[in-house]
């Protein structure tokens, strides 16, 4: 037991110390932040940096040229009576002042269409702009040309929005619950898990090669049990994962803080419109938090830290096994490419059960345990029955401790085989 | 009983056969030698020793006891492939071994400085291992081995990758060792270093044993009745006595002679000193080199002809 306690903290130490790991835990949220900003970012430059616009209209129609009302980015001017002329001679002859030409036809009524001319970029914004405002009037003037008197209001009052809230009955009572949340939080576990799973899965096995490639090994394993090295380091392993996730979090709980108090006192400086709009999401927000936190949680991460260690153990294993049979991290792919592509299957298995978390797929590919630890995420939140959970969970641990002791068994024989590569054939043969 | 019993060891691989009913007996406070060509079963042999593997049958006893994995805390092993983890600390690594052969971590860090200094790294403590240059590494990884002060020692080649100072080194280190009581397994190709340091060896050639004893037995066994003779006056060969062999290119003023079947070296001397002018002679023993490399034809040719 001291000696696994060895090998868990050396492996611990020796990845955690690394600059690559540093990097990678401080690293990654920065690019995930980055990734959300960029946009942000870009579009205010785009609008703050960009000269407005200047659109000649000429209105054939004689109505709609009004709908088009100039803001910061777009100067509308109309040209008033030029109807004949060519939007192509008027281009030329403004020498570069306007930069593009609107043309409302007569028939714009009837037809719905309406030109925009230029040499340069129409851009997507300048279109929509165009298209709602007069898309718009035209409705309001067919409505008007009906001759019901208050016929607007009567189809703005007939319009409504349909809010589907879904009530569970369970032994606490009438459970509001919201689908939504429910599908995200499951998705999120169940990427978590996928995630996980693979990139540990991929250190455990870059650890045992090096350790076999540096010649390192015989050393150890003439101290300790082979078995006890394995162990050791898939624990060891795991544990770094858990600590770059504790990391994860603590970060993602402080941006989360500054964040908030940041917009918490933007509201307060300024109520301008913009401000209501977005207090107005933030009402819609709150009843979309009050679902999520609606959402029994104790079960479900009961039930999540159940399933991460079972999918954990199992798939790390069997990294390790394989990891053993190759000399070199470039002869590794043939052994995990099958491993791969089953949890890609599990993955888009999840993906597939979130629209019917108790379909015939959803409940046998969360009872299967090469797949239950990626599936059975999706359905947790959805309320899973007892007896699935247990014969999954029973089948997932029964497997997972199947191939560690598979694993431990070609380990053995893999870690001292040097030299020709070792195929499944070998990997068979080393079992017995 | 001998410290270390091997007895009829047998392993096998799927399809061949790497040890075929091994016996080995070493002293204790000995340096024993485990000799053979490559293939004939000597790492197999050293790794059940440190049960890494696990023999099919037969039993490996040390101190009177079958071995159990309690044990490996008394063995210190040198693979012949050595490695270290290039990004950990000198000084960490060494302790990392230490303890995981079952020592305290007060014990392992002041061994470790003892080593250190005795080895002259003391300043490469704190650095990682990949910084040192490769025989600095090789007297690390010498550290590793010996740093639980194990009473047994398994070195397989271990000079091997040495410059002929630390070889010089490690040899005194070896040996110091050995005075010490620590009984030393070692298996190599170097015939030299055999006759420099081993009291014992066992010759392994396909699997079995093919030769065992002390180094000056076998030697004995081995010689072939030459004797090297010097005179002022060239020598005649005798019929009834000897006859010359072609002169050995090194020592051009020696005469090799072989005596003929049932001659005394003292007949063959008292002769020669009564006709020649004879100023000295010394018998020719094989040396363990010519010793290896014969019996492992001569095993070879008896195979092939099977």
């Known amino acids: 037991m001291n000696k696994l306690r060895l090998i868990i903290a050396r492996e611990y130490l020796s990845i955690v110390g690394r600059k690559s790991f540093i990097f990678m835990t401080l690293g990654m949220p920065l690019l995930f932040i980055l990734i959300a900003a960029v946009p942000a970012v870009l579009a205010y430059f785009n609008d703050k940096g960009s000269d407005t616009q200047h659109i000649a209209v000429i209105d054939d129609s004689k109505r709609y040229a009004a709908a088009l009302h100039s803001d910061d980015m777009y100067d509308f001017v109309v040209l008033q009576g030029d109807s004949t002329a060519n939007p192509r001679e008027f281009y030329d002859k403004a020498g570069g002042s306007i930069d593009a030409i609107v043309v409302i036809p007569r028939d714009v009524d009837s037809t719905g269409v309406v030109n925009i001319y230029s040499e340069g970029t129409i851009t997507p914004a300048l279109a929509s702009t165009v298209r709602s405002a007069i898309a718009d009037t035209i409705e309001s003037a067919h409505l008007a040309a009906m001759g019901i008197p208050n016929l607007q209001s009567m189809v703005q009052q007939a319009h409504v929005d349909v809010d589907v809230r879904s009530v569970k009955w369970s032994e606490q009572g009438e459970q509001e619950s919201s689908t939504e949340a429910a599908m995200g939080l499951g998705f999120m576990l169940s990427l978590i898990t996928y995630m996980f799973v693979l990139m540990y899965g991929a250190m455990i096995m870059n650890s045992v090669i090096e350790e076999k490639t540096n010649r390192i090994v015989e050393v150890v394993v003439s101290s300790c049990r082979p078995f006890q090295l394995m162990l050791g380091k898939i624990i060891g392993v795991g544990l770094v994962g858990l600590t770059q996730m504790a990391i994860w979090i603590l970060l993602l709980g402080i941006v989360g803080t500054v964040a908030g108090t940041a917009l918490g006192l933007n509201q307060v400086a300024s109520a301008s419109p913009e401000a209501i709009a977005q207090a107005q999401d933030l009402g819609a927000m709150q009843t979309i938090m009050q679902h999520v936190l609606s959402i029994n949680y104790v079960p479900i991460i009961l039930n999540f830290i159940l399933y991460f260690i079972g999918g954990y153990l199992l798939y790390s294993s069997l990294f390790a096994g394989l990891g053993s049979a190759v000399d070199q991290p470039s002869d590794s792919s043939q052994f995990t490419t099958p491993v791969i592509l089953i949890m890609l299957i599990a993955f888009y298995a999840a993906f597939a059960c979130m629209d019917n978390p108790s379909g015939p797929m959803a409940v046998w590919c969360s009872i299967i345990p090469f797949t239950s630890p990626v599936v059975m995420m999706v359905r947790l939140p959805f309320g899973v029955p007892a007896w699935q959970l247990v014969l999954s969970l029973v089948l997932l641990f029964g497997t997972a401790l199947a191939i560690t002791w598979l694993a431990a068994r070609i380990y053995r024989r893999g870690i001292l085989h040097y030299g020709q590569k070792a195929s499944f054939k070998d990997l068979f043969k080393w079992l017995k | 009983?001998?410290?270390?019993?091997?007895?009829?060891?047998?392993?096998?691989?799927?399809?061949?056969?790497?040890?075929?009913?091994?016996?080995?007996?070493?002293?204790?406070?000995?340096?024993?030698?485990?000799?053979?060509?490559?293939?004939?079963?000597?790492?197999?042999?050293?790794?059940?020793?440190?049960?890494?593997?696990?023999?099919?049958?037969?039993?490996?006893?040390?101190?009177?006891?079958?071995?159990?994995?309690?044990?490996?805390?008394?063995?210190?092993?040198?693979?012949?492939?050595?490695?270290?983890?290039?990004?950990?600390?000198?000084?960490?690594?060494?302790?990392?071994?230490?303890?995981?052969?079952?020592?305290?971590?007060?014990?392992?860090?002041?061994?470790?400085?003892?080593?250190?200094?005795?080895?002259?790294?003391?300043?490469?403590?704190?650095?990682?291992?990949?910084?040192?240059?490769?025989?600095?590494?090789?007297?690390?990884?010498?550290?590793?081995?010996?740093?639980?002060?194990?009473?047994?020692?398994?070195?397989?080649?271990?000079?091997?990758?040495?410059?002929?100072?630390?070889?010089?080194?490690?040899?005194?280190?070896?040996?110091?060792?050995?005075?010490?009581?620590?009984?030393?397994?070692?298996?190599?190709?170097?015939?030299?270093?055999?006759?420099?340091?081993?009291?014992?060896?066992?010759?392994?050639?396909?699997?079995?044993?093919?030769?065992?004893?002390?180094?000056?037995?076998?030697?004995?066994?081995?010689?072939?009745?030459?004797?090297?003779?010097?005179?002022?006056?060239?020598?005649?060969?005798?019929?009834?006595?000897?006859?010359?062999?072609?002169?050995?290119?090194?020592?051009?003023?020696?005469?090799?002679?072989?005596?003929?079947?049932?001659?005394?070296?003292?007949?063959?001397?008292?002769?020669?000193?009564?006709?020649?002018?004879?100023?000295?002679?010394?018998?020719?023993?094989?040396?363990?080199?010519?010793?290896?490399?014969?019996?492992?034809?001569s095993q070879n040719t008896i195979q092939n002809n099977e």
């Not at chain 2, 002929?164 to 015939?191: C, W, Y």
């Not at chain 2, 066992?202 to 030697?219: C, P, Y």
């Not at chain 2, 010359?244 to 003023?253: A, G, R, S, Y």
Request: hydrophobic share 40%.
């Open chain 2, 1 to 297: 009983m001998a410290y270390l019993d091997i007895n009829n060891v047998v392993k096998r691989y799927d399809g061949h056969t790497a040890l075929d009913g091994v016996s080995m007996h070493v002293e204790q406070g000995c340096i024993y030698g485990l000799l053979g060509p490559n293939g004939a079963g000597k790492s197999t042999l050293i790794r059940i020793i440190n049960r890494i593997l696990a023999a099919d049958e037969g039993s490996v006893t040390l101190n009177g006891k079958t071995m159990t994995d309690s044990d490996i805390t008394h063995i210190g092993y040198l693979p012949e492939e050595r490695g270290l983890y290039k990004k950990m600390k000198v000084g960490d690594h060494i302790v990392y071994l230490g303890r995981l052969k079952g020592m305290t971590k007060a014990d392992a860090v002041a061994s470790m400085h003892w080593w250190l200094d005795r080895f002259d790294l003391k300043q490469w403590e704190n650095k990682k291992i990949e910084a040192l240059s490769k025989g600095m590494q090789q007297k690390v990884q010498f550290i590793g081995t010996v740093i639980h002060r194990p009473p047994l020692l398994i070195f397989d080649e271990p000079f091997s990758g040495f410059d002929p100072v630390n070889a010089e080194q490690l040899k005194v280190e070896i040996l110091a060792l050995r005075d010490q009581g620590s009984t030393i397994l070692f298996s190599t190709h170097n015939m030299a270093s055999v006759e420099e340091v081993c009291q014992h060896i066992t010759l392994l050639n396909h699997a079995r044993v093919v030769l065992t004893g002390s180094v000056s037995d076998v030697k004995q066994s081995y010689k072939k009745n030459i004797i090297a003779v010097q005179t002022l006056d060239a020598i005649e060969p005798n019929q009834d006595l000897f006859s010359i062999l072609p002169q050995d290119p090194v020592k051009k003023q020696d005469t090799l002679i072989k005596l003929n079947a049932g001659i005394q070296v003292r007949d063959a001397i008292s002769w020669l000193n009564d006709h020649y002018r004879l100023t000295g002679f010394t018998e020719v023993l094989p040396s363990m080199n010519e010793i290896f490399i014969e019996t492992v034809k």
